[in-house]
C-alpha cells in the first residue's frame, strides 16, 4: 500500500460534515482555530444572504444580495478547499511520523547485528527507497549487512545515483570497492 494513501481516521465522516456544515470538518480533523473561523464566517454571510434575498428583499439592492450570495458562497467552497489541505497535512505528517519510526528501528537492529530485522524495518518504507536519500542509505546498510552481495552493490550503486550532495559519498566509495564494483 502506498505510504501516502492511507486515509486519515475520521476523513469521511469530516468531509461529510464539513458538506453540510461548512468548517465543522476542520474542528474535526484537528484544526478548531481555522474550523471556528470558516464556520463563523459561512454562518453569518449565509444568514445575511438569507435576510436580504428572502426576508427583506426589498431593503437590499440586488448587489448587495448577490455579493452576500457569492460570499456565503465562497466561504462553502473555501472550507472545501481548506478541509483537503487539512487532510493532506494529515496525511504527510502520519507518513513522516512512520518514516522515522521505521528508520529508528532500522538503526537499532542494524546495531544490534539483525541484518533481516532491518530489512524487514523498511519493508514499509521500500516505494521510498527510490527517491528517498536515507531510506536507501539504510536499506544498502541493511543489504551489505544480510551479505547479498549482487544487491547490496545493486543498492549502493543506486544510492550514488540519489547522492547529489555527496554526503555519503566517502561510505559508498568504501562500501562499493569492498563489494568489488569499482
Known amino acids: 500500500m502506498p505510504l501516502g494513501s492511507e486515509t486519515v481516521p475520521g476523513e469521511r465522516r469530516a468531509a461529510a460534515l464539513n458538506l453540510l456544515v461548512p ?24 444568514t445575511l444572504a ?12 440586488p448587489n448587495v444580495r448577490a455579493l452576500l450570495i457569492g460570499i456565503a458562497g465562497g466561504c462553502y467552497v473555501g472550507a472545501q478547499v481548506r478541509l483537503g489541505q487539512r487532510v493532506r497535512s494529515v496525511r504527510d505528517q502520519a507518513a513522516a511520523r512512520l518514516r522515522r519510526e521505521q528508520l529508528a528501528l532500522c538503526q537499532d537492529r542494524l546495531n544490534a ?57 566517502a561510505q559508498i566509495r568504501a562500501h562499493l570497492k569492498r563489494l568489488g564494483a569499482e
Open 23 to 46: 468548517g465543522a470538518g476542520l474542528i474535526l480533523l484537528g484544526a478548531p482555530t481555522s474550523g471556528v473561523l470558516v464556520v463563523l464566517a459561512a454562518s453569518a454571510s449565509a
Open 50 to 61: 438569507l435576510l436580504a434575498s428572502l426576508l427583506f428583499p426589498l431593503d437590499f439592492s
Open 113 to 169: 547485528g539483525d541484518a533481516a530485522g532491518a530489512l524487514a524495518a523498511l519493508a514499509p518504507l521500500e516505494e521510498l527507497a527510490a527517491v528517498d536519500v536515507v531510506v536507501a542509505y539504510r536499506l544498502a546498510q541493511a543489504r551489505t549487512a544480510l551479505g547479498d552481495a549482487n544487491r547490496a552493490r545493486a543498492a549502493w550503486q543506486h544510492l550514488r545515483t540519489l547522492d547529489t550532495h555527496g554526503l555519503y559519498r
